[in-house]
């Protein structure tokens, strides 16, 4: 059967693949457009498979608040390069998943890649269209939902990092401020109570090393550790940080000004946690040339 320009131009716009993949499978199924596109998938399958195994430490953090200010949602999808997390492919498909995010009941990493876009295809099915298309292992590494009684804010510092704030009370211009704040200092949680006992006592310890060589009395180097603590727990909780627009006040002092307080918050930077491969393209482009 003759393949035209027709049918590979057809096959090019439902499938996004390169013209001379789409020809190849339209003349190993004959002509027949479904059959063709069966095949692609089941062979973009296979592919996405392959790469599932590879390092993705870059990408974009989606993020985003519904009209009502009650719910919230962020999620951080991996790919390979920046130069793929920059395109509109990608790019977009982050904006669908945040934005089905937002709308549904989502609760598990199933789920989610379950979930139906608006293009009403899975998550998943996309996803691995989009590893097929663009040759990189994408992932979504984790997101977060949130559904509040009070006030919901977000803040997206470029593409790479993205904070949730859920307030006792909506307040979009109190919200946004200190999801800037997280941003920029990442306290490890909100108050002092929700410092683990391990992470203090381990603290206490290097500062009582500290502070017995100092040979000053026992009650003086007492005062000195609970100071030490007292500090500590200021710099690592967000209530206790001097607020990053004004650090002559607190964020605890801030909030407690509006009569508002803090309930959570999440704070997702891409990359973070993940070991990324060092490549050293000299090398790389050396050893090849001794193979040639």
């Known amino acids: 059967m003759s393949i035209t320009a027709v049918m590979v131009k057809e096959l090019r716009e439902r499938t996004g693949s390169g013209m001379m993949e789409c020809k190849k499978a339209l003349v190993e199924a004959n002509g027949d457009l479904e059959t063709a596109i069966e095949n692609m998938r089941k062979a973009g399958l296979a592919k996405a498979d392959k790469k599932a195994g590879r390092t993705a430490a870059e990408g974009v953090i989606g993020a985003k608040v519904s009209d009502d200010g009650k719910k919230a949602a962020i999620v951080d999808i991996n790919c390979e390069t920046d130069f793929v997390a920059k395109g509109d492919d990608f790019v977009n498909f982050v904006n669908s998943v945040t934005d089905a995010l937002l709308n549904n009941d989502v609760e598990s990493p199933e789920q989610l890649l379950a979930m139906t876009l608006a293009n009403g295809k899975t998550v998943d099915d996309v996803r691995r269209e989009l590893i097929v298309k663009l040759g990189e292992n994408i992932a979504i590494r984790r997101f977060e939902k949130y559904n509040a009684e009070g006030g919901v804010a ?48 381990k603290e206490k310890e290097i500062f009582s090393a500290q502070a017995l060589e100092s040979g000053k009395p026992a009650e003086i180097v007492e005062k000195m550790i609970s100071g030490r603590i007292q500090k500590f727990l200021a710099e690592v909780t967000l209530l206790g940080q001097p607020f990053v627009k ?7 002092k801030l909030v407690a000004s509006k009569g508002n307080s803090v309930l959570r918050f999440v704070r997702l930077e891409v990359g973070e946690g993940i070991e990324k491969k060092e490549e050293n393209f000299a090398d790389e482009v050396m050893a090849q040339v001794r193979g040639a």
Do not use: T, W
């Not at 993205?162 to 941003?183: C, F, N, R, S, T």
């Open 246 to 252: 004004d650090d002559k006040i607190s964020v605890g």
């Open 154 to 201: 977000c803040y997206l510092h470029g593409s790479k990092i993205g904070v949730l704030v859920e307030l006792a009370k909506a307040d979009d211009e109190l919200g946004k401020d200190i999801a800037m704040h997280v941003a920029a200092i990442n306290p490890s949680c909100v108050s002092e109570e929700q410092v683990s006992q391990e992470a203090i006592a």
